[in-house]
C-alpha cells in the first residue's frame, strides 16, 4: 500500500450515533480526494470511548480496510491527539473531531494549500458553520492578512480546534493536557496556537474549506472550562520578545 499523503486524526469519545455521522463526511472527503489522486488514510482514535461509539466506528460501513484504529485510555482530548499523532505515517496530519462535519473537498483542499506554502505552517479550513445548541459561521483569518492582530490572543482563540500540518511540527509541538477540572487552566487548542505562533509556526487557512462545527447543550469541554472560568496555561506566546518578533 501506497504511503498516505495524509493522515487524519479523528478522536472519539462517547459521541454515540453522532460518531456514525462524522464517519461518513469524513469518508466522503477521503474519497474526494482519492478522485484527485490524494491518498488519505484516517486514523481513528479511540480515547476511553464508551461501547456505543466503539461500535458505530469499528463497524461503519464506510471503512475500506484503510484506516488505523487505535485504543487508548489517556481520558484527555489533547493527549489522545499525541496519540494519533504517534500512529499517522504521512508527511501531512491534520485533527478532527469525532461528533463534526466537514466539506466534501476538506482534504483536497488543504492538501492542494500546503505544497503551495514554505516554512512551518499550520492550515485551518477558511469557513466555520456552526449548529445545534446554536447557528452561526465565522471566516478564520490568516496570521499574515489584515485580520489577525496578535494582541487579541490574550482574549480570544482565532482558531478552532481543526489544524492540518506536517507531521514535524505536531511532534515537535505536541499538544499539553490542561486538566482543568483539578488545575484550574483550559483551553488547549487555544495555548497550542499560542505556542505554535511563539515558535515561529506560520497560522494560514486552506482556502474554499468549511469545517461544520456542532455545538453541543452538554459534553463540550470548552463549555465545561468557561464555567469553570479556567485560563489558558502560562505560555511562551505573552513573554515580550515572542509577541514583539510574529506581529
Not at 483536497?108 to 445548541?133: D, K, T
Request: with cysteine.
Amino acid at each position: 500500500m501506497a504511503k498516505p499523503h495524509l493522515s487524519a486524526i479523528v478522536t472519539f469519545h462517547k459521541e454515540g450515533l453522532l460518531a456514525h455521522t462524522a464517519l461518513r463526511s469524513y469518508a466522503l472527503s477521503r474519497d474526494v480526494a482519492r478522485q484527485a489522486g490524494l491518498h488519505v488514510q484516517l486514523v481513528l482514535v479511540l480515547d476511553n470511548a464508551d461501547v456505543t461509539t466503539s461500535s458505530y466506528v469499528r463497524n461503519h460501513f464506510c471503512l475500506d480496510g484503510t484506516e488505523r484504529v487505535v485504543v487508548t485510555n489517556v481520558a484527555d482530548l489533547a493527549l489522545a491527539r499525541n496519540v494519533g499523532v504517534a500512529n499517522a505515517t504521512a508527511d501531512y496530519v491534520c485533527t478532527l473531531d469525532g461528533d463534526d462535519l466537514i466539506s466534501r473537498e476538506y482534504f483536497a483542499r488543504h492538501l492542494q494549500e500546503a505544497v503551495r506554502r514554505e516554512g512551518r505552517f499550520i492550515l485551518h479550513p477558511e469557513l466555520v458553520l456552526s449548529f445545534g445548541m446554536y447557528n452561526a459561521f465565522n471566516w478564520q483569518p490568516d496570521q499574515e492578512g489584515p485580520y489577525y492582530d496578535p494582541r487579541s490572543m490574550l482574549s480570544v482563540n482565532p482558531w478552532i480546534s481543526a489544524a492540518f500540518s506536517t507531521r514535524k511540527v505536531f511532534e515537535e509541538i505536541p499538544y499539553v493536557a490542561c486538566y482543568p477540572s483539578t488545575t484550574g487552566f483550559g483551553y488547549e487548542d487555544w495555548y497550542w496556537n499560542c505556542e505554535t505562533i511563539a515558535r515561529g509556526v506560520v497560522h494560514g487557512i486552506a482556502p474554499h474549506s468549511a469545517y461544520f462545527y456542532r455545538r453541543k447543550v452538554s459534553g463540550s469541554l470548552n463549555q465545561a472550562s468557561h464555567a469553570m472560568k479556567t485560563v489558558v496555561p502560562k505560555t511562551i506566546f505573552f513573554e515580550p520578545r515572542a509577541v514583539e518578533g510574529k506581529a
